[in-house]
T-cell receptor, first 118, second 114 residues
Framework: GAGVSQSPRYKVAKRGQDVALRCDPI?????LFWYQQALGQGPEFLTY????????KSGLPSDRFFAERPEGSVSTLKIQRTQQEDSAVYLC????????????????FGPGTRLTVT | TQLLEQSPQFLSIQEGENLTVYCNSS?????LQWYRQEPGEGPVLLVT?????EVKKLKRLTFQFGDARKDSSLHITAAQPGDTGLYLC??????????????FGKGTKLSVIP
């Protein structure tokens, strides 16, 4: 496909369940970002990968959040023991270049996964 | 923590009117991007500005980057119902401040009434 895809588009989890959210970036894009968007807010940075290396995870809200990109393409964001405050849209974005390249600031977003924790 | 303030938060106008949306920060951006987001979708990149004083036009949309690279504006001429959506500004701050991540404003929710 031409764009970033995410699955599932919607996920309902009971509090305490583990969830896994998948992101397929644009083919060949080096950088991959995860953001969390609460209702009525702008996206907030969670974590950043350059190829398979996770270079920044400063935005992850707790140690229940874990992200990986083992082969430098597809990425998975995992949330363990979900809580109600985890309910949000989780956005994945990719960009062509890596660190230090200005074009890396141009990020292309997927449609997001809306997570609802009941 | 770098913050981006967007104003107004909500805007409802009649078709054909003009409008301006503002994005301000106390910090200097190395680049700034404007996105438009529709319900149930991810943000779609509209423009990137990198040079102080830069002006870019995209059909009826005009984007301006402040001389000091701390603020930006989006002006829409003769708004159309298809312009309805959430407009987000996002800044990449100078190196040393996590420059490869974007910091987003809360957005301006625009409704254009036919």
């Amino acid at each position: 496909g031409a764009g970033v895809s995410q699955s599932p588009r919607y996920k309902v989890a009971k509090r305490g369940q583990d969830v896994a959210l998948r992101c397929d970036p644009i083919s060949g894009h080096v950088s991959l970002f995860w953001y969390q968007q609460a209702l009525g807010q702008g996206p907030e940075f969670l974590t950043y990968f350059q190829n398979e290396a996770q270079l920044d995870k400063s935005g992850l809200p707790s140690d229940r959040f874990f992200a990986e990109r083992p082969e430098g393409s597809v990425s998975t964001l995992k949330i363990q023991r979900t809580q109600q405050e985890d309910s949000a849209v989780y956005l994945c974005a990719s960009s062509l270049a890596g660190l230090a390249a200005r074009s890396s600031y141009e990020q292309y977003f997927g449609p997001g996964t809306r997570l609802t924790v009941t | 923590t770098q913050l981006l303030e967007q104003s107004p938060q909500f805007l409802s106008i009649q078709e054909g009117e003009n409008l301006t949306v503002y994005c301000n920060s106390s910090s200097v951006f190395s680049s700034l991007q404007w996105y438009r987001q529709e319900p149930g979708e991810g943000p779609v990149l509209l423009v990137t500005v990198v040079t102080g004083g830069e002006v870019k036009k995209l059909k009826r949309l005009t984007f301006q980057f402040g001389d000091a690279r701390k603020d930006s504006s989006l002006h829409i001429t003769a708004a159309q119902p298809g312009d309805t959506g959430l407009y987000l500004c996002a800044g990449a701050f100078l190196p040393g401040a996590g420059s490869y991540q974007l910091t987003f404003g809360k957005g301006t929710k625009l409704s254009v009434i036919p």
